[in-house]
């Protein structure tokens, strides 16, 4: 197992570095910057900045509100194409960067990434920075898929600098010709923000406390147990996951299946026909949105994440600091979060029999499965530290204003 002082250090950043300067991080919604991006915002916070976080709203916002030295600015912007929505969003966006002269405008999620880079260009902020955490257009057809895929182009070219959250990631939109290879960067090895190691890690967890989370769900203290973490949805391979789960239960009777996250409502797959289908199978657990969902983790065998596309899959490494390993889908994102055969095993995406046998191998030999999980806590830990990589972005961000002095 690795310690801390197998960590990475993160970069030394001068504590003023970034004193006054406006920063604007806008997202979708609450949500996603409560669960991905509120180490990262308390850090830039105390390193001088003055910090925005511009969402959609939402019942997160009090966690946000609650950050230290921070504002809440609540703009609404829809997930989904909403012309007259998008529209309005787009002018209280301009607006609010215009009045409030801000010096770096920061991104995140495809349609908050649109209207800011659009936003943000027009009002004259000298610093327009993205992060891309996935593409929505890869399995879409049509129209909308070049719509939505135009949409990342736009956002390759009105930013100042865009980032990917792997390598993986970066190199395809560079194939795809969506930004110039000389535009796109990783910071670190990858992730959105790293891993919070004092709040994932195992030892965290008393055996009572094990036995308890078990007792919740009426999990037998010794019975396998496989985790999904994230958003319940076609996309993230639900339906190969209880597919295979079925075959899992035919040799494995023991085995349950637990899912920590919400139903999609815009995904497609109508909410409650998705929970009739995963409650139709024996031993399946529905625990919904958690704000610890290291406590599952701490109870979990096998991390499963079939997705067809992910950015990078900061799921993975959540888990991987908790010693669980990841079987997963083949794709870019996944395959920089998961080193195969070593902290988890990649199998083809939408392939249920793949899946099933992959999660039976990894069930069936604790030896192995052990292995890679205190091997995937090492990475994670060596390459994905919090401190590690909210310390490299900082200092992305302080190197505007050393090279150039504050606009």
């Not at 899946?355 to 069930?363: K, P």
Request: charged share 20%.
């Amino acid at each position: 197992m690795a310690d801390k002082s197998e960590t990475q250090q993160p970069p030394v950043v001068p504590l003023d570095a970034l004193l006054n300067v406006r920063v604007a991080r806008v997202s979708t919604v609450a949500f996603f910057v409560v669960s991905q991006l509120k180490r990262q915002i308390e850090l830039l916070s105390a390193s001088g900045a003055q910090v925005t976080v511009v969402t959609g709203g939402g019942s997160e916002m009090a966690s946000l509100e609650a950050i230290p030295g921070i504002n809440c600015v609540t703009i609404d912007i829809p997930r989904s194409i909403s012309p007259w929505r998008d529209l309005l969003a787009l002018l209280r966006l301009y607006l609010f960067f215009r009045r409030g002269h801000i010096d770096i405008a920061h991104s995140t999620t495809p349609k908050a990434g649109l209207l800011t880079a659009i936003a943000a260009f027009l009002a004259g902020v000298p610093i327009r920075l993205h992060t891309f955490t996935g593409q929505p257009w890869v399995n879409m057809k049509g129209v909308r898929r070049s719509l939505i895929r135009g949409g990342d182009r736009l956002i390759g070219k009105l930013n100042t600098r865009c980032y990917a959250d792997s390598e993986g990631q970066r190199q395809f939109l560079v194939e795809q010709g969506i930004i110039d290879d000389k535009q796109l960067f990783v910071i670190g090895a990858g992730s959105l923000a790293g891993v919070d190691g004092e709040r994932f890690n195992p030892a965290r967890f008393s055996n009572e406390e094990l036995i308890a989370t078990r007792q919740t769900l009426d999990i037998p203290e010794n019975a396998p147990v496989i985790l999904f973490v994230g958003r319940i949805t076609a996309d993230k391979g639900v339906h190969e996951l209880l597919e295979a789960f079925r075959e899992i239960k035919a040799r494995q009777s023991r085995a349950h299946l637990v899912f920590v996250g919400r139903f999609d409502s815009d995904s497609g797959i109508k909410g409650e026909i998705c929970q009739d289908k995963i409650d139709s199978i024996r031993d399946t657990h529905i625990v919904g949105h958690t704000e610890c969902p290291e406590a599952y983790m701490a109870i979990a065998d096998i991390l499963c994440l079939p997705s067809y596309r992910e950015g990078f899959g900061t799921v993975v490494i959540e888990a991987a600091a908790m010693e669980v390993p990841t079987v997963g889908s083949d794709i870019y994102g996944l395959a920089d979060a998961v080193v195969n055969g070593e902290t988890g095993i990649l199998v083809p995406p939408r392939d249920s029999a793949a899946l099933a046998r992959a999660m039976s191998i990894l069930l069936a030999d604790e030896e192995q499965r052990v292995k890679m999980g205190c091997a995937a806590r090492q990475r994670s830990r060596m390459l994905f530290d919090a401190n590690l990589i909210n310390g490299q972005l900082i200092e992305e961000y302080g190197n505007f204003f050393c090279s150039v002095g504050k606009p």
